[in-house]
């Protein structure tokens, strides 16, 4: 018998890593009776993170109030952490003084991150407070095209010559009092300043002084373009499995890094913005956002689908008399448009990720779309035969169950025909899949169901 003891992980808690709300109580408590001292000692164990989700989920008086107590004790980090859409309302807050240091305490990357979205008077105010070197590096970041790596990077980056050995690499860190605050390589560069390898922290401190650097680095090392997209930046991280990485000019020059809490960053953005397109709603929407903002981005939506809701109206309408004579195609109809209408979700769901992640490709993509088929065509077979009885059962007539049964099958292969090739066509046409697919193949389902159904039970029944 093992006398190795299991260890059995705890049972899943939604609540684990939530704000407690007993905490947020007394936090407001403090703001309230403008107790300074009470609410410093109440923030200081809380990340930065959870305090920029207390602020979000807070009303805006509460908010205001807490971040003028907090005066000059604000953490920058929290600017970083913040929502867009509120993030600028905690600026203007801010006394100018706090905002300044604050900033001040930022990497390169989050600052050009704060500054994209402002006006131009407060982007010029911020810029001025900066210290000179930092300041020429965020404009130079600023100059890159919006979602582009050098949007992204940090400029901050520690680089040693390729012909160094560990025990240099080691006495010029001691020496160096501005070394970012988390760096995880040293990226080697030749005399031109162009990066040709990386070594690993844990390397370096593992090795004997005199090993040369070029001898420990590491064996995946991507250089990325400072004009690449994020996204493509974000999915070279996530497929090669990258901590960091060397982002460099037109010139091949090393100009900053990019680290993985960036690049997951965007991933988490792209994934966002993926699941609210799906659904026809702005991805710039947020839950602080106000009921006429709300509004306003998810009309144009609704519109569409209004559109498309009245051209499968029109095709019911072809078949009235039918529908008029035979009463049970009213009840019926719904089931047929809506099993198409699932399971064309099912299926664009899954090429929208396999889009995203480009596991969809022109090498398998027939092969996807014949399983998808197939699967539609083997679930139809399988829901034919419950409405085939249902049909007999509910309305005595195995006609009207042969019909649905004919309908569900040709209405399920469809939509998982749609599914894939919809999402496809508008990816090569260069149109989100995300954003627009869910509103064809919706409309794919019920104009085909609608038909089918209504079609058959027409030639079949009348």
Do not use: C
């Not at 109440?42 to 205001?64: K, V, Y």
């Not at 299926?347 to 490709?361: F, G, H, K, M, Y």
């Amino acid at each position: 018998m093992s006398d190795q003891t299991e260890i059995v992980p705890e049972a899943e808690d939604e609540d684990a890593y939530a704000l407690d709300q007993r905490a947020v109580a007394r936090i407001l408590y403090a703001v309230d009776i403008e107790d300074r001292q009470q609410l410093l000692e109440l923030l200081e164990p809380l990340h930065a993170a959870d305090i920029a989700d207390m602020l979000e989920q807070i009303n805006a008086f509460d908010r205001m109030r807490l971040v003028k107590l907090l005066g000059d004790e604000f953490d920058g980090e929290i600017l970083s952490e913040l929502d867009e859409t509120l993030r600028e309302e905690v600026m203007r807050t801010l006394n100018p003084q706090v905002l300044a240091e604050a900033v001040r305490e930022l990497d390169s990357d989050d600052v050009v991150d704060l500054l994209e979205d402002l006006a131009e008077p407060q982007k010029a105010a911020i810029l001025e407070v900066l210290e000179d070197s930092d300041r020429v590096a965020v404009e130079q970041s600023l100059t890159y095209p919006e979602y582009s790596a050098g949007r992204l990077m940090q400029r901050e980056v520690v680089m040693a010559p390729e012909h160094w050995n560990v025990g240099e690499a080691i006495d010029y860190l001691r020496n160096r009092h501005d070394l970012p605050e988390q760096f995880y390589h040293i990226m080697l560069v030749d005399p031109k300043l162009r990066p040709v390898a990386k070594v690993a922290l844990g390397k370096l401190m593992a090795s004997r002084r005199e090993v040369l650097l070029s001898d420990i680095t590491s064996d995946t090392f991507e250089v990325i373009p400072a004009t690449r997209y994020e996204g493509d930046v974000a999915y070279a991280f996530n497929q090669y499995h990258l901590i960091s990485a060397p982002v460099v000019d037109e010139n091949e020059r090393l100009v900053g890094v990019i680290t993985i809490d960036d690049a997951m960053a965007v991933l988490e953005e792209e994934n966002e913005e993926d699941i609210l397109r799906l659904a026809g709603v702005d991805e710039e929407s947020r839950i602080s956002d106000t009921v006429l903002n709300t509004t306003r981005r998810r009309f144009p939506w609704l519109a569409v689908n209004l559109g498309t809701a009245v051209l499968a109206s029109l095709v019911i309408s072809l078949f009235e008399e039918a529908i008029q004579t035979v009463v049970a195609l009213a009840v019926l109809m719904p089931i047929v448009a809506s099993m198409g209408g699932n399971a064309g979700t099912q299926s664009l769901t899954v090429a929208v990720r396999a889009i995203a992640t480009r596991d969809l490709t022109g090498s398998n993509l027939f092969r996807v779309i014949r399983r998808e088929v197939l699967v539609g065509a083997l679930n139809g077979v399988a829901f034919a035969a419950i409405m085939a009885v249902v049909g007999l059962i509910w309305f005595g007539s195995p006609q009207l169950g042969a019909v649905i049964a004919a309908a569900m099958v040709i209405n399920l292969v469809v939509a998982g025909l749609a599914g894939i090739a919809i999402p496809v066509a508008l990816d090569k046409l260069g149109v989100d899949p995300a954003l627009a697919s869910g509103t064809f193949v919706t409309t794919v389902t019920d104009v085909v169901g609608f038909f089918a159904f209504l079609g058959l039970a027409g030639a079949v029944l009348l």
